[in-house]
């Protein structure tokens, strides 16, 4: 991938650059060293900007009980300095012992540091290399700050090192147990108040590295003063910072085991900086959700027996420019309009390279900052949730981009990837595949899972590359993979983390949803994982499963010249020969209309009207078929130039000044006639996932591109669905039907001339004659408009 510039690192120079939220480098003051060391306490003691920095005061003299300290340890001072060691506030701070209380401080360029409490002011001795000290007179360790003196400045703070660990002794247990499911609760960077002091908490897990240290606008990026500590065998590093808060950036400044130091990006940062920048941000949400209603009423229909119609979005793209606010009060408005229940979010979380559309992920528990912050995000969610339309998003467990600042080799060796490279180097896409058997790292995805739905009220996750996740031969040649340990290629591992997901998702999230994007025959993607298959394994525990073989074979007989069709007549049924084997999701994705692909409607052979006519009638089909169903953004209004993530969809194409406007309005008008007249009719998606639901009519009307069947709802009722592909009328053409229905109407027809069609229609209901058709007792006669989709019900009484 294309290298990215880093946030300034500091530590190399005694005055190193501030960076902006933006990540450009701000002038440099004549107190750069002052205003922000220390966690950014003692601001009352700053000057304005541009004001001559005031002469600090004389430092006091040490009291005479201020004795010298016993010397540091030569090994902890070199270790301090290096970076290197793993209980920092086991040497700095305060410490009661013989002859009274020890206090030592690290603060490299301060020329004094005094101790106060109360009824105590006591300079401390300087040690060199920014070390000060000093053993006062007292039996417990006082409440106490340090007064630190610069050059041309003076600070009032609480020492970082008097401070008792922030993490208990369960949250550590639970992480080393991989089992933490509120991992970002415990890791990260947290706002809080710790022993009556406010400030943050920095935490991560970094189990090979020889130290930790706390760097970022706060002390300029120098984490020379800022050593975090080891807690146990955790692997787990904390420091809490007092008067660090929202808004800061920061890194972790690591110190590899051969001694070098990586600066790394937060794993778990809940809020970044706007690419191609990359720290790390504070953050804390302050949104009050306002959807409770629609969190209550998720649940109380299973999704695979609930109208489900998706719209799949790219928010960068969908109106180029817009903040999630923006986006908030146009796009929830424009998806319920059209009729969809829900959108599809493709990938939100941070990442570095727009080009990937959001699938090379980095910050993994964060918004991408391109659009706002995590609480406009969140006003987003809401927004649709109250406009009656949930949210599905993308999801990337699979792999993760190279980058040197974020999750490769985090702590200097393979960390969050496999240690084999035949395991960890995925062969597409040039990144690092997830090492799924160690607990900590499944623990951090499968947290990640569950974050998405509880803090950002996410009702759906789209798994995106399972199949490339399920297979260790995946895009592998012979010798550059190795077998599990039964023989096989299936990664055991991968199995054993998504069927934990999917488990933990549901239970703590009712009413969620998750969707697997497999593209193989994998046995049991939407089975429960406690129920056994054919293969030995238990289920996946999925709620759906993109149908990737009805797109490929559907897409490939409507490219087909109408006159070829009967020759591939059994690509638009095979479908139906495993249509139950799964819970299925009919995608015309983001996938098929880009790199040459074509827009839907520019695969449909013919003239503009037959392209239109046959993207209609598709789409007609699409909604008929067994499965639920989804339609990528631009497709709905019949957009002929493929989608660009630099420029979106044709909005152009709708305005009224266009001449061919009524051509593509008439489309997506359909679109919104398709979506409720599918809401509206249960035959068409309480029993997506049974036999029950669906009868043949004929499917064996080759000659005539036709292809008539039935859907059932729970108590039978029917709705006759007709598709023809050919671009001739039909007149009187005989389908069999159900003997108990006295008359049939006609509730949609994508040839009608609102969608742009000719109009050819049956208007009267049509009453069943005793002529037998299909292997049916009864029949009526229809006039089947060219390349359209007729759908009939039975007459209401």
């Not at 695979?304 to 606010?325: C, D, K, Q």
């Not at 941070?350 to 090379?360: A, L, N, V």
Request: glycine share 10%; aromatic share 10%.
């Amino acid at each position: 991938m294309t290298p990215r510039p880093t946030p300034a690192s500091g530590g190399e120079t005694p005055r190193p650059p501030r960076r902006t939220p933006t990540g450009a480098t701000a002038p440099r003051t004549p107190r750069a060293r002052t205003a922000k060391d220390g966690a950014r306490q003692g601001r009352a003691a700053q000057d304005g900007p541009g004001t001559p920095p005031a002469a600090p005061p004389a430092p006091p003299a040490s009291p005479p009980g201020v004795r010298a300290a016993p010397p540091l340890d030569g090994a902890d001072r070199e270790r301090l300095l290096a970076g290197t060691h793993h209980d920092p506030h086991g040497v700095l701070g305060a410490h009661p012992g013989p002859g009274g209380v020890l206090f030592r401080v690290l603060r490299p360029y301060a020329k004094a540091v005094t101790v106060l409490a109360e009824g105590l002011r006591a300079r401390l001795r300087d040690d060199g290399d920014g070390f000060f000290s000093g053993l006062l007179p007292l039996t417990d360790v006082p409440e106490y700050r340090l007064r630190v003196t610069y050059d041309d400045n003076e600070i009032e703070i609480h020492d970082p090192y008097r401070f008792l660990p922030t993490l208990g002794g369960l949250d550590l247990h639970l992480i080393g147990e991989g089992r933490h499911e509120e991992l970002w609760r415990a890791l990260g960077a947290q706002p809080l108040t710790h022993q009556g002091v406010t400030g943050t908490r920095f935490t991560v897990w970094a189990p090979n590295a020889r130290g930790v240290r706390a760097v970022g606008d706060f002390n300029y990026w120098d984490g020379t003063g800022f050593p975090m500590r080891s807690l146990g065998g955790s692997g787990v590093w904390e420091l809490f910072l007092p008067g660090v808060g929202e808004g800061d950036l920061y890194k972790f400044d690591i110190t590899r085991p051969d001694g070098s130091h990586t600066l790394r990006a937060d794993p778990m940062a809940r809020r970044t900086e706007v690419p191609p920048a990359n720290a790390s941000i504070v953050a804390d949400t302050h949104h009050v959700w306002r959807d409770a209603d629609w969190m209550a009423g998720r649940a109380r229909r299973p999704v695979h027996e609930a109208p489900f119609s998706v719209y799949e979005v790219h928010l960068a793209s969908w109106r180029p420019g817009l903040t999630y606010r923006q986006l908030a009060e146009q796009l929830p408005a424009y998806v319920a309009d059209l009729g969809f229940t829900h959108v599809e979010l493709m990938p939100v979380a941070e990442h570095p390279f727009g080009g990937s559309w959001g699938y090379q992920v980095t910050g993994f528990y964060a918004p991408t900052a391109r659009m706002g912050t995590p609480d406009d995000f969140r006003f987003l969610v809401e927004a649709l949730h109250r406009a009656g339309v949930g949210v599905l998003m993308d999801w990337v467990p699979a792999h993760f981009p190279r980058d040197d600042w974020a999750l490769a080799e985090f702590d200097g060796r393979p960390l969050y990837e496999h240690e084999d490279p035949l395991k960890s180097a995925h062969p597409d896409w040039g990144t690092l595949e997830f090492d799924f058997g160690r607990a900590e790292v499944r623990n951090f995805l499968v947290a990640n899972a569950t974050y998405w739905c509880e803090e950002f009220h996410i009702d759906g996750l789209r798994v995106d590359a399972v199949a490339s996740m399920l297979y260790l031969d995946y895009s592998r040649e012979e010798g550059q993979w190795v077998p599990n340990a039964h023989g096989g290629r299936e990664n055991l591992d991968a199995v054993a983390f998504l069927q934990e997901m999917n488990a933990t998702v549901y239970r703590r999230n009712p009413g969620v949803v998750t969707v697997a994007e497999e593209s193989t025959a994998w046995d049991g993607v939407t089975r429960a994982t406690h129920h056994i298959g054919p293969g030995g394994f238990g289920g996946l525990g999925f709620g759906l499963k993109w149908n990737m073989g009805w797109m490929h074979d559907s897409l490939g007989y409507v490219a087909k010249e109408p006159v070829h069709r009967r020759y591939h007549h059994h690509e638009m049924t095979f479908s139906m020969v495993y249509a139950y084997s799964e819970n299925y999701v009919l995608p015309i994705s983001h996938d098929e209309v880009v790199h040459g692909k074509r827009s839907l409607v520019s695969k449909m052979p013919g003239d503009w009207w037959q392209q239109r006519a046959t993207h209609r009638a598709y789409l007609g089909f699409m909604w008929a078929h067994p499965g639920k169903q989804l339609l990528f953004m631009g497709q709905e209004f019949a957009q002929g130039a493929e989608w660009s993530e630099a420029y979106g969809p044709d909005w152009w194409l709708l305005d009224p000044s266009y001449g061919a406007e009524p051509d593509h309005r008439g489309v997506r008008d359909l679109v919104r006639d398709l979506n409720s007249t599918y809401t509206a009719n249960p035959a068409l998606w309480e029993r997506d996932t049974v036999p029950e639901g669906f009868a043949w009519v004929d499917g064996d009307a080759a000659e005539d591109n036709v292809f008539a069947f039935l859907r059932l709802d729970a108590s039978g009722s029917p709705l006759l669905a007709v598709s023809h592909f050919s671009p001739v009328v039909r007149h009187e053409y005989r389908i069999g039907v159900p003997d108990d229905v006295p008359a049939w109407t006609e509730v949609l027809n994508t040839d009608a001339e609102r969608y742009g069609g000719g109009g050819v229609h049956n208007a009267e209901p049509l009453k069943p004659d005793s002529v037998g058709s299909h292997g049916r007792p009864a029949s009526i006669t229809l006039t089947l408009p060219p390349l359209a989709t007729l759908w009939l019900r039975p007459e209401l009484p």
